[in-house]
């Protein structure tokens, strides 16, 4: 017969109905992803005990690790799906199933996509952008040398996946912690000369309940990102930038 | 007159998002609807770079230079004034992306870096990287997202549109959409609207483009009595990696920064590729296009691959593969294409600094699309259109680079022109058709959950992308596209047989997948229908039964409307006002 690849996906039909895990079998083919897994099941939508059932929902879109739409978790870790790929995650026991559930942190939609929004919500709490004047043509931006580039870019490359979030043990209702991407990029925008005269509204955005504070330095975003942002980095500078915010303020204001 | 104009912008990535800044600076009130969270869109996927001649690194490089390359590299069949306006706007446009925050490259001395790209001769090419559309859609982001804090943009993300509301006179007054999570139906008023939508990828099953790239939006609106132009150009990519589920893009910038390609000279050559010395490499591109070398214009790297590979038998151990070698650049070059080297090492397993990479062309960039004039508005009143969902710029064949500056360009002249037309408009009589428009999208949807049919939407799509793929890319026979139009028209008759394996009223992706799937195979049909009727080869469409350009008879833009249920294609004059028409030749030394 030939080799089968046993999927069990944690499944909800909406954010209110119960959760069921369900379990498939799908023909082996050499370089099958996460993503191409799940188009098999919809094309062909019947569980591993013969019963029809519905096509998995789930987020994805570039399908090449730089939208940040499919999260999930894969065998327990939070990593993208289309870059999970399957003869990997079987290396060494291929009969071993694959577990797919949602991120556990964010408000499940269907599925496995959930609702991430809240990371959106706040860059805009943050500030993250540059407030220029306008779009007309005001000529050249200031000169930066490659070393300023070189420091930002790997800040930039955020997809807001949202893994660091999920794996970041104070990411919680309790402390309303906004976690790593947001402080990275508040750190991004501080360093650009344009961007920076935002930086004290930034800092004071972090200061208080939710902010700076609450990170417990356990590093598991650093480990998760699959974009290798220097989080803790991040977080270690805006940190000590938030403090002496933090006292200038309690002298000044 | 509108007191306050409402303007509707329908897709988020770059071109959908520069629009939506200039009508809010401009004091529009403006909604921006998405499938996706915008920051997901399409346009992160773009890698090399973004054209604009800036001319710093003393080459003599020019605007007009720019224009020329640009028109020539698309085979005369892109309207020229609108390339004129673009390339002339390109440095200013480049200037503002990096005032708004972009980790451009840049020289020791602080300047943008810029790389050379493929149809040109010039380092013409700002870049961030090799993620420079991802970093132009996340900076635009960052200043929708600073107007929407402001209350000057509202964001309907999750939402597709279905379809434009029109009056009784054929005048746009909204349009019909679906949220995503709800699957509520609903319309929305507007005095105009700005589609935004991308490409069309998926009707090729695999290509480069993300999952939401169906052409759906741009269907939806040719079924609605707008004009499809130029359907038939599709860019195949030279290098993409193929894949199972879609193929992933190998930016042309890994030959601007000095990638060879190539294959061996003896098809028996069982060596690792490291261990083949030079003179057993047949650098095919090099040795044929002495001049421009790897950095020929797409359509033509991309047959020459082809050919190596089912004419020469050439390819990597009979596969349909050949090398892409960046083995023996310097680290500092390497280090500019991180992005892209991530996205094999990650996907195919191999490390490209180590191990030539293997490469075939996809299917990748949508040259044609919704007809505009050059004020972006399309043949419908109100309807307006801009970055890869219309047709305008890029001709027969874009140019690697041009997207990104198009789309910005597009969406900066939409954006404008959408609200002074909103400023003149009469308002509408009784409801505007909102009512019969709703009712006729409700319709629909009826229909596709109450069908018990026994085919599966996903395979149809499968079958789909197989003929497209088969018959209508990189080589196209008139016989061929025959059979695709026949098999096209058997699975929009099967489509009336479908089953919704998920009938449910929440977060239907396969209900909605399944509405995208029918406007797929009616603008397949546009694809198919225009390459049928084009006996000639220019740019992208390369017929061997015709093989050569005929201006007489082809220098003209293909209309499809849709007429009886199906594409009615007509022809118009291409504006030559700036560049007289020559041969295309690259070859030269």
């Known amino acids: 017969m030939p080799r089968t690849i046993k999927v069990e996906i944690k499944r909800q039909s909406n954010p209110d109905a119960p959760v069921v895990t369900e379990k498939f079998e799908i023909p082996y083919r050499p370089n099958m992803n996460i993503t191409s897994l799940l188009g098999e099941i919809a094309c062909n939508p019947i569980t591993a005990d013969g019963k029809t059932t519905a096509p998995i929902a789930y987020d994805s879109n570039c399908l090449e690790e730089i939208c940040g739409s499919c999260a999930m978790l894969i065998n327990g870790k939070a990593r993208m799906a289309c870059s999970a790929l399957v003869d990997k995650l079987q290396a060494g026991n291929p009969d071993e199933p694959i577990t797919l559930a949602p991120l556990s942190k964010f408000p499940v939609v269907r599925d496995l996509s959930v609702d991430r929004s809240v990371l959106f919500q706040n860059l805009k709490a943050v500030k993250a952008w540059v407030p220029i004047d306008g779009t007309y043509d005001l000529g050249a931006a200031p000169r930066q040398f490659p070393q300023i580039q070189e420091e930002r870019y790997p800040l930039s490359n955020c997809i807001s996946c949202t893994i660091c979030m999920e794996v970041c043990p104070q990411f919680n209702d309790s402390t309303n912690f906004v976690g790593a991407a947001t402080i990275a990029q508040v750190k991004l925008f501080n360093m650009d000369p344009a961007g920076s005269v935002l930086k004290e509204e930034r800092l004071r955005a972090l200061a208080g309940d939710g902010g700076v504070q609450e990170c417990g330095f356990a590093q598991n975003c650093v480990e998760a990102c699959p974009k290798q942002l220097p989080l803790t980095e991040a977080i270690s500078d805006v940190t000590r930038e938030v403090i002496v915010q933090q006292v200038k303020d309690f002298f000044t204001r | 007159m509108a007191a306050s104009p409402r303007i509707i912008v329908v897709g988020g990535g770059l071109a959908g998002l520069s629009s939506v800044i200039k009508i809010a600076e401009a004091g529009g009130t403006v909604y921006l609807f998405s499938i996706v969270p915008v920051k997901r869109s399409n346009s992160v996927c773009a890698q090399g770079g973004i054209n604009a001649a800036k001319d710093l690194k003393g080459e003599g490089d020019s605007v007009l230079k720019h224009f020329d390359d640009t028109v020539y590299g698309g085979d005369f069949l892109a309207n020229q004034t609108p390339v004129k306006n673009m390339t002339a706007q390109g440095p200013a446009i480049i200037d503002l992306l990096d005032r708004m925050g972009v980790p451009f490259n840049r020289t020791p001395e602080g300047l943008l870096d810029f790389r050379r790209f493929g149809g040109t001769l010039y380092q013409r ?465």
């Open chain 2, 125 to 589: 090419t700002a870049f961030a990287g090799a993620t420079t559309g991802q970093q132009l859609l996340y900076a635009l982001d960052e200043q929708v997202r600073r107007h929407e804090s402001e209350g000057k943009v509202t964001k309907y993300e999750g939402w597709e549109f279905l379809s434009a509301v029109l009056d009784d006179n054929g005048v746009c007054r909204g349009i019909v959409a679906m949220n995503l999570r709800t699957m509520e139906t609903r319309t929305f008023p507007a005095d105009a609207i700005i589609i935004c939508t991308g490409g069309n990828g998926a009707i090729f099953g695999k290509s480069t483009n993300s999952v939401v790239c169906t052409g759906s939006a741009q269907s939806a609106l040719y079924q609605q009595g707008a004009f499809y132009a130029n359907g038939e150009f599709i860019q195949v990519h030279p290098t993409a990696i193929p894949g199972e589920d879609k193929l992933r893009l190998m930016s042309e910038s890994a030959r601007g920064e000095g990638g060879r390609v190539w294959v061996p000279r003896d098809r028996n050559d069982k060596r690792v590729a490291r261990s083949i010395p030079e003179a057993d490499r047949y650098y095919f591109l090099e040795e044929r296009y002495p001049k421009y070398g790897n950095l020929v214009p797409r359509d033509i790297a991309t047959r020459e691959i082809f050919k190596i590979v089912y004419e020469d038998n050439m390819g990597i151990d009979g596969q349909p593969m050949v090398y892409l070698d960046l083995t023996h650049l310097p680290k500092e070059r390497l280090h500019k294409l991180e992005g892209i080297l991530e996205i094999y090492e990650k996907f195919v397993g191999d490390d490209p600094r180590e191990v030539p990479m293997k490469i075939f062309p996809g299917v990748h960039y949508t040259m044609g699309g919704l007809w505009v004039d050059f004020n972006q508005q399309t043949n419908i009143p109100g309807v307006f259109a801009a970055g890869e969902a219309d047709y305008s710029i890029h001709g027969a064949n874009r140019l690697g680079a041009n997207s990104l500056l198009y789309c910005i360009y597009g969406g900066f002249v939409a954006g404008p022109q959408a609200l002074n037309y909103a400023k003149a408009l009469k308002p509408a009589t009784g409801d505007g058709g909102h009512a019969a428009e709703l009712q006729r999208q409700n319709e629909k949807n009826k229909q596709l959950t109450s069908s018990s049919g026994t085919e599966n939407p996903f395979k149809i799509w499968r079958e789909l992308g197989e003929t497209m793929t088969k018959h209508a890319t990189i080589v196209r026979y008139n016989a061929g596209l025959d059979e695709a139009d026949a098999k096209i028209v058997e699975l929009l008759h099967r489509y009336k047989n479908i089953n919704l394996s998920d009938k449910s009223q929440w977060a239907n992706t396969s209900f909605a997948f399944t509405r995208q799937l029918y406007n797929m195979l009616e603008l397949g049909r546009v694809i198919v229908r225009g390459a049928r009727l084009r006996d000639e080869s220019r740019g992208a469409h390369y017929k061997p039964e015709f093989p050569n350009r005929n201006d007489e008879q082809f220098l003209k833009t293909t209309k499809a409307a849709f007429v009886d249920g199906a594409p009615s294609i007509t022809y118009e004059d291409v504006d030559t006002s700036h560049i007289k028409p020559r041969p295309r030749v690259y070859s030269s030394t």
